[in-house]
């Protein structure tokens, strides 16, 4: 018996109806884990580099954590992973909610779609029962409506709906896939979606997930549970409120914005609002949020409530998590009522809440710099609020200059031209990142931001502090009960970093601390997107009840396999090399690891080469950032090395 997960992948092959249940080697789960791990490995194996995104033989993954369905609290990620048609690389993306443990409990650990369908269709898997069906009557329906309707269609209302909407029908390269109170949207995943022509995939299951040893299990549990209390009545002090608990940035149950309306660039990343948030605007926000707020609510078996019900008078209810509630009033210059209105529809869409709101104003920067003409925007209503409504219709209808804009803001300013590539300066390989505008460089994020895969910040930073404590002595305190670090080490890394004061020094963190706390971080994430554990409660937050310590008894009394630290440290490492080398298969060298321009106003070139040069040898890489033989072997990717030496990447040595 396979404890943990469920030894079975769906395959689905859309060209042909073919659907498959195929058993799986568990000597994967030994070496990946299980999702994004799992997701990797399939993708280096089956799907060539020379693979375009919007084709038959490019694969979409639908992966299971290894611990989602059983009771560790807070293990329900879906990892969505695919070739991206917006950064031309490897696309990963979670979402929450119920979607995977139904996944499991109907018995598969991964749905894995090839193929593209003739016509529209959804999936529904029903425990053994696996149908491929007609969707042409949800044809246009936005994502929300369609997994109303499906649910209505199949008389259950516990059936769990991944599906898209128009943008994604529309193959906009950054459409979302939405799951009810969540969503996998950065990378386009929803676009390859339209372009296999799968509308939703709907799941109900009713096996049960064993695991090898329950008692030890649901003591480890408990002690979650447990401590989940303990930190909540006891927040870090010295911390902003959203980020002072667990859980994803409580932005649904407070407001508390100054730190995000006056740090993070408003339009298309263009201008900080220094002198926006006042205590009249946090009162009016405070009211507005509080009026359409319906209730907050939690992911499958979780005590968090991160997200909320959302229900603005005229509008249909939806829910909203995080800080997705900021982005389309920080793009617009407006208000929070405004931002709660457009972010329904856009849900309803498909369109990841990032990007779009970025390349609306993009579009309308150009406008105004007259790249883009009364011509190009005929019919647009004056009013800003209305701009925005009007560009997010034509985005993903693909309409007039909707259809230029719908490949982002790197691919839109290179099919306009005539000086448009100048406005495309907040991505990073392609793709848009949070608005930021900060004093000045910051050794830490400028490697997460360079180097991360996932090519989103929020994937990559956490557990470290982003800034020192004040004094000395709120340093000491807050290292007393730091039992998350992974090394001793990290403790002294904290204590030494003062504050800058004058900003004139940037070399604190220094080179090799900063090296080691991206590291730290990153594995921490990649950990958590195998085993399908919510960043909130391990990877992103200060002293989180995961953790590097008793994660391996978490995946040991769960699977039957023998892990400790060292095997579990090694497991990470040997997914996010593998990460690396697709994305370097696809082109991918040092000269794209380089953050915005306009990230910081003050930079440091000679510093970042040295950051970049031990970060990679750290990682085990070359000066390109391509991993080396000799670290390859030591991860036993010795196919991935023979590979990457015949096409010419890598030489003999």
Known sequence: MRFAETGFNLEVDLSRGNIDRVETDPRMTELYLGGLGTNAKILWDRVPPETEPFSEDNLLIFSTGLLCGTAAPGCNRTIVSTFSPQTRLMAYSMMGGFWAPELKHAGYDKVIISGQSPALVYLWIDNDKVEIRDASH???????????????????????????????????????????????????????????????????????????????????????????????????????????????????????????????????????????????????????????????????????????????????????????????????????????????????????????????????????????????????????????????????????????????????????????????????????????????????????????????????????????????????????????????????????????????NPYYPTVEASCDIVDWQEKMHYIDDALGTCAGLSSFPLKPPYHIHNFPDFISAATGFDFDEARLWQAATRTRTLLRAINVRLGLRRADDKPPENHWKKRFPELEAKLLDEYYKLKGWNDQGIPTRESLHELELDYVGEDLQQRGILSDG
């Open 138 to 504: 949800l044809r246009g329906k936005g994502a929300i409506e369609t997994a109303e309707c499906i649910r209505s269609e199949l008389k259950d209302p516990n059936v769990q709906v991944a599906a898209i909407g128009l943008a994604g029908e529309n193959r906009v390269f950054f459409a979302s896939i939405e799951q009810g109170r969540s969503s996998a949207s950065r990378g386009g995943v929803g676009a390859v979606m339209g372009d296999k022509g799968l509308k939703a995939i709907a799941v109900r299951g009713t096996k049960d997930v064993n695991v090898a040893r329950p008692a030890e299990f649901m003591n480890l549990c408990n002690d979650v549970l447990k401590y989940i209390k303990a930190r909540e009545e006891n927040p870090v002090p010295g911390v902003m409120p959203i980020l002072a608990g667990l859980g994803s940035p409580q932005e649904m149950k407070l407001v508390d914005e100054e730190w995000h309306t006056t740090n993070f660039m408003w339009g298309n990343s263009r201008t900080r609002r220094k002198d926006f948030w006042n205590k009249e605007i946090e009162e009016k926000w405070r009211e507005t949020q509080e009026n359409v707020r319906t209730r907050l609510i939690s992911c499958y078996n979780c005590p968090m409530k991160c997200g909320a019900t959302i229900s603005v008078p005229g509008i249909a209810t939806y829910m909203m998590k995080c800080f997705s509630k900021l982005t389309y009033t920080m793009a617009a210059y407006s208000d929070l009522d405004f931002g709660f209105k457009i972010a329904q529809r856009a849900t309803e869409y498909g369109v990841d809440g990032f990007s779009a709101p970025q390349v609306m104003a993009f579009g309308l920067e150009l406008l105004e710099a007259g790249i883009l003409t009364d011509a190009d925007v005929q019919g647009m209503p004056a009013d800003n609020e209305g701009r925005f409504f009007w560009l997010l219709d034509r985005i993903v209808r693909r309409e007039g200059i909707g259809d230029v804009l719908a490949d982002g803001t790197y691919w839109a300013a290179r099919r306009i031209g005539k000086g448009a590539e100048a406005f495309d300066h907040n991505t990073i390989k392609k793709h848009e990142q949070l608005p930021l505008k900060l004093g000045m460089l910051n050794p830490v994020y400028f490697l997460m931001y360079a180097t991360g895969e996932k090519i989103n910040i929020t994937q990559i930073e956490g557990q470290f502090p982003q800034a020192p404590f004040p004094t000395r002595e709120e340093r000491e305190e807050f290292v007393k009960d730091w039992i998350q670090v992974p090394d001793e080490k990290f403790k002294q890394y904290l204590l030494d970093w003062e504050p800058r004061g004058d900003h004139s």
